[in-house]
T-cell receptor
Framework: QKEVEQDPGPLSVPEGAIVSLNCTYSNSAFQYFMWYRQYSRKGPELLMYTYSSGNKEDGRFTAQVDKSSKYISLFIRDSQPSDSATYLCAMSHFYDYKLSFGAGTTVTVRA | EADIYQTPRYLVIGTGKKITLECSQTMGHDKMYWYQQDPGMELHLIHYSYGVNSTEKGDLSSESTVSRIRTEHFPLTLESARPSHTSQYLC?????????????FGPGTRLLVL
């Protein structure tokens, strides 16, 4: 069983829609939860990170963590064509910070 | 913006050739990583280094080798390339003690072995 499972997609949404991305994990030792965005032909870039259960907002992006259910989500409000990318969830232990990644969800926002 | 560079960006090479993928960062980060990324698959850690003269194998077995002689430089070498090595290779770096030790990624090297 994979440590991190990510909804595979792909997702295609009209501009302005809300995008919902999800990952589940099995390892209770994960303490830090991150979302990376990867544009085509580029390396991943950190979008958001959270430590505790609950919500964290940054502009149009909201990251949600539910440690009791081992479930994390990323919501993109008012999606724009520039949000078209692959989104990777990642998580790490508190003791070595090595990252475990989901397989990524490719999102296309149609103008 | 992260200053981490990878060369070449694309490489097409024949079976049996020796190749070195370069990775350099100008942030003074002590930790560096190599990942392998295939389409639709997770990034897999193949090598990491926590400082000069320190290298460890990652979770995914790889026939490649790495060296860390200088803080800023972390090259990956394949002594004899095979078609099974075709993949995208991503280099990353992070600073010990930073917020959750954020990893910054380079643009990647796409390798095709014929």
């Amino acid at each position: 069983q994979k440590e991190v499972e990510q909804d595979p997609g792909p997702l295609s949404v009209p501009e302005g829609a809300i995008v919902s991305l999800n990952c589940t994990y099995s390892n209770s030792a994960f303490q830090y939860f991150m979302w990376y965005r990867q544009y085509s032909r580029k390396g991943p870039e950190l979008l958001m990170y959270t430590y505790s259960s609950g919500n964290k907002e940054d502009g149009r992006f909201t990251a949600q963590v539910d440690k009791s259910s081992k479930y994390i989500s990323l919501f993109i409000r008012d999606s724009q064509p520039s949000d078209s990318a692959t989104y990777l969830c990642a998580m790490s232990h508190f003791y070595d910070y090595k990252l475990s990644f989901g397989a990524g969800t490719t999102v296309t926002v149609r103008a | 913006e992260a200053d981490i560079y990878q060369t070449p960006r694309y490489l097409v090479i024949g079976t049996g050739k020796k190749i070195t993928l370069e990775c350099s960062q100008t942030m003074g980060h002590d930790k560096m990583y190599w990942y392998q990324q295939d389409p639709g698959m997770e990034l897999h850690l193949i090598h990491y280094s926590y400082g000069v003269n320190s290298t460890e194998k990652g979770d995914l077995s790889s026939e490649s080798t790495v060296s860390r002689i200088r803080t800023e430089h972390f090259p990956l070498t394949l002594e004899s390339a095979r078609p099974s090595h075709t993949s995208q290779y991503l280099c990353a770096s992070s600073e010990s003690g930073g917020p959750q030790e954020t990893q910054y990624f380079g643009p990647g090297t796409r390798l095709l072995v014929l």
